[in-house]
């Protein structure tokens, strides 16, 4: 047994473990703040979350490393200690970037507690007795599914662990494979790998079990607000200097990389920095990376449009529960959970035989490696959404098509799909997306002569972060802030409706 394998099992244990500890009590108090309290400016401070949930992890990765890593302006001006680099800047970017999902699975949960329960209490006890004994209580299975996500994304992603040398099992299948390992000539340890594999699928099949839809109505009911008093202050202080950390501070880093300009002088070298340089960079960035951009797009887009006929193929039947929701649950926690690089290696397996030219040729020469990799990504979430919105289709309609003969196939495109075209838009702009923001599995199945944008970026990120890639990436930032405010516009759409 490989003792190495099990010291990586340990490192993606210890990784997905600290980054739970920090962001899952952080984001549960915010969640608390944004969603059941008085405080000021919650409905904005919701917004910028749910933009930061698009903002994939290599550019996170990217703005953090311009400030404080390696080649950070504030290591070469001050001539400071590395802030980021190794366990440090692994767990502490994956803590900024979980953060965002822990207050929407944990706010959600303290959404759907139910008011009545909460206004009995309030006869009996405090508010303050109220939250504990109730809300929070409530809110226990929203914080456990949080806690899973977290652990279930930070043990499978390759990005941030790449970049600040920590060595997971993700990380190194990864990278035996980059240095020219073959998928079967592998030398990890059997038995730690499927350990660490089943624990992984096993958690997704629990998360998607729990994220599915629910047999109790929502309730309509209005929310109790809990008044922070004396407090609302201060803590509205401390949530926008929160806010400062987690959006201020990395874009802060990755403009004024992209708008400094160094020269020398007789006494030594000398740092500006340039509004218009940074604007020029930032709005050549998208042409000069025009191959990466078209190849992210088109295979985004398909990839997206794939996931999104999957999950309503999955999504229709499981509406009504019971055994029917199985191949979905079981389909959405396994795509959910087995890591990037291993649904990398086994598009390899797939589609690299020797002996069958056509299956060669699509490896070589297509892009079906690729869109296999990115719709395996973009499914879960895509299926969930779908799942959620199907089932809330009055049942009423549909039973009154059936009565006039319409086969379930009709009821679906003619009556189920264009009731939720809402949720369906939203549901293909997340896929995209998933499908632009992807790396794990991608990066191994792309042909040779295809380069997407996040495995270009990523590869420029060894050599750390210099103006032409603060500009790409601030590019990135604007076009995934589109995408999250045209998803949230349809979600009010679908809530609406």
Request: with cysteine; glycine share 10%.
């Amino acid at each position: 047994m490989d003792g190495r394998t099990w010291t990586l099992v340990l490192n993606t244990l210890l990784l997905s473990g600290a980054t739970c500890a920090i962001s899952v009590p952080l984001g549960t108090a915010l969640a608390w703040l944004l969603v059941r309290t008085d405080l000021p400016g919650r409905r904005i401070g919701l917004i910028l979350l749910g933009v930061l949930l698009f903002v994939p992890l290599y550019l996170q990765s990217a703005a953090w490393q311009a400030g404080f890593g390696l080649q950070g302006w504030h290591t070469l001006i001050y001539q400071a200690p590395v802030w980021l680099e190794g366990w440090t800047g692994a767990i502490w970017v994956h803590t900024v970037a979980s953060v965002p999902w822990v207050v929407l699975i944990v706010g959600g949960g303290l959404w759907l507690v139910r008011p009545e329960l909460e206004e009995q209490a309030l006869l009996d006890g405090s508010p303050g007795q109220v939250l504990l004994s109730v809300t929070l209580c409530s809110a226990l299975p929203a914080v456990a599914m949080a806690t899973l996500w977290v652990a279930i994304v930070t043990a499978g992603e390759i990005t941030v662990t790449d970049l600040f040398v920590v060595r997971t099992y993700a990380e190194e299948v990864y990278t035996r494979f980059a240095v020219g390992q073959q998928p079967g000539e592998a030398s990890l340890g059997a038995l730690p790998g499927v350990i660490t594999t089943v624990f992984l699928v096993a958690a997704g099949l629990l998360l998607a079990a729990r994220l599915a839809p629910g047999e109790r109505p929502v309730s309509l009911r209005p929310r109790w607000v809990f008044g922070l008093g004396c407090w609302r202050v201060p803590a509205a202080l401390l949530v926008g200097a929160m806010f400062l950390l987690l959006i201020a501070v990395p874009l802060g880093n990755l403009f004024y990389k992209a708008g400094v300009l160094v020269m020398q002088t007789d006494t030594g070298r000398v740092r500006t920095w340039s509004a218009w340089k940074c604007l020029a960079i930032i709005a050549s960035s998208p042409w000069l990376y025009r191959r990466e951009f078209g190849y992210s797009l088109g295979i985004g887009i398909l990839a997206a449009t794939g996931a999104v006929a999957a999950a309503i193929f999955l999504a229709w039947p499981a509406r009504s529960g019971g055994l029917r929701a199985l191949p979905a649950l079981l389909i959405t926690g396994l795509c959910l959970a087995v890591p990037g690089p291993v649904v990398g290696l086994a598009i390899i397996w797939l589609l690299n035989r020797p002996g069958c030219g056509v299956l060669v040729w699509l490896y070589d020469r297509s892009i079906l490696g690729p869109w296999i990799a990115l719709l395996v990504a973009a499914l879960p979430l895509t299926t969930l959404i779908m799942w959620h919105a199907l089932r809330t289709v009055p049942a009423q309609m549909l039973e009154s098509a059936a009565t006039e003969g319409a086969g379930p196939l009709v009821r679906l495109v003619r009556i189920a799909l264009p009731c939720r075209w809402p949720a369906l838009g939203l549901s293909w702009l997340v896929a995209l997306a998933l499908a632009l923001a992807d790396l794990d599995a991608s990066i191994l199945a792309v042909p040779p002569g295809v380069t997407t944008l996040s495995i270009r970026i990523f590869g420029l990120l060894h050599y750390g972060v210099e103006d032409q890639v603060a500009g790409i990436c601030l590019a990135l930032v604007g076009l995934f802030t589109l995408v999250a405010l045209a998803v949230g516009h349809l979600a009010k759409r679908w809530r609406e409706g």
